[in-house]
């Protein structure tokens, strides 16, 4: 008996050392019907994530929107997600690592790891997916008031098929090897300001692409009210800093003028005028909502395939003024605005239709509504807004303390 009772003991013990050694896994809960939250990581597995990026182009390419202005004597960034469909789930993601900035993410995602509502709720994140979620956010925030976002720029090639605007290395003398798309989270974990970030990119990190697809770029701010975009093509990175208005946008695509001229497909032209027209009038937070879904919704009418094909911008050169859609004057019309109480109007229809549908019913009719948000940060005091598309008059609220559901914006 004693020695049954040893060997269950030391059973017990050996378990408690192997849960110890392996740590648990993150929580996950849901918020409402738009997030899941996951987190606090208080580890990360880099090397596993960086050779996952190394084998794999299980990326995505984001039609979205972002600009950074100071506002009522504050910088704030606005930034969209402009796509119309996703049958992912989105994820407020907190990583709390001893040594670094705490930070938390937002990731809405399209990766064929990632797993859907029904898969979440039976099985989890799954192995993979946990370990590499940390490093897909499209926005990460520190607990320092250092923000980054991430819009995507086209993959091009030449007619010899060689790749454009391709990074295989920014520092080849650098410790750390860091795939383009999960570079939002290092400079968090590792950056006080904007300051910091310029420094830990020039000397702490080797920064790649993979070949013939996606790059992306970021718009940086701190909470110190400065911000600066941050945009990788031609084998290394540019910096573009606000103009002297104080005002710093992106869209799809190249802001550096040496890119720029070597580049196609210039997604997103339409949408960046619309940013920076509208940034103009803007007085107040709520006037930076209002603009943001404005800009938003001049793609966001469009059917998914027609919003895919035309690259999620009515006012595209890849469509121009001859197309038989009437996008630009229906573009236009939701700008202008002597037409915002119609267009109020339209929107609050179609909340409480797409409200009312269920979630297959959503996906079925390709607006599936995961992938659409507008968000709000301001970066002095540690908060991003997110408004749902379909309802506008309410927000998530984020912050390090949590997140809180806020009845209409304020």
Not at 76 to 97: E, F, P, W
Not at 133 to 140: A, E, I, Q, S
Not at 340 to 365: C, G, H
């Amino acid at each position: 008996m004693k020695k049954l009772l040893c060997a269950l003991t030391l059973l017990v013990l050996a378990c408690a050392l192997v849960t110890s050694c392996l740590g648990e896994s993150p929580a996950l809960s849901q918020i409402g019907e738009a997030f899941w939250e996951v987190g606090p990581y208080t580890s990360l597995e880099e090397d596993f994530v960086d050779e996952y990026f190394a084998q794999t182009n299980d990326n995505w390419g984001g039609g979205c929107s972002a600009i950074s202005a100071v506002i009522e004597g504050r910088r704030l960034v606005g930034r969209n997600m402009d796509l119309n469909i996703s049958n992912k789930c989105a994820y407020v993601v907190r990583t709390q690592v001893p040594g670094k900035y705490e930070t938390l993410g937002l990731a809405y995602t399209f990766r064929s790891v990632s797993p859907d509502e029904e898969e979440l709720k039976v099985s989890g994140l799954g192995e993979t997916f946990e370990k590499i979620l940390p490093f897909m956010c499209d926005d990460v925030l520190n607990s320092e008031g250092l923000h980054i976002e991430i819009n995507m720029r086209h993959g091009e090639q030449d007619q010899e098929g060689n790749d454009l605007f391709g990074v295989e290395h920014t520092n080849p003398d650098a410790a750390q090897r860091v795939y383009v798309f999960t570079l939002g989270q290092y400079i968090a974990l590792n950056c006080r300001n904007l300051t910091e970030a310029r420094e830990y990119l020039a000397r702490e990190v080797d920064v790649y692409s993979q070949k013939n697809y996606w790059n992306y770029a970021y718009i940086l701010t701190d909470g110190e009210g400065n911000s600066a975009l941050l945009e990788f093509g031609n084998g290394t990175y540019y910096w573009t800093e606000p103009g002297e208005d104080g005002i710093i946008a992106q869209t799809n695509f190249y802001i550096n003028e040496e890119c720029r001229a070597r580049e196609a497909i210039l997604t997103g032209l339409g949408r960046y005028d619309a940013l920076l027209e509208g940034i103009q009038t803007v007085t107040t937070k709520a006037d930076l909502f209002a603009l943001m879904k404005k800009v938003q919704f001049s793609s966001y009418y469009l059917p998914y395939q027609e919003c895919k094909e035309n690259h999620f911008d009515p006012r595209s050169e890849v469509i121009g003024e001859e197309n038989d859609l009437g996008l630009d004057l229906t573009y236009e019309f939701v700008m202008d605005p002597e037409n915002e109480e119609l267009i109020s109007y339209a929107l609050t229809a179609q909340a409480e239709y797409l409200l009312s549908l269920t979630r297959q019913e959503k996906q079925d009719a390709n607006y599936y509504w995961e992938s659409t948000f507008t968000e709000i940060v301001d970066p002095a005091e540690r908060v991003i807004e997110v408004r749902l598309f379909e309802d506008d008059t309410r927000l998530y609220r984020i912050t390090f303390e949590g997140v809180e559901e806020i009845a209409e914006i304020q």
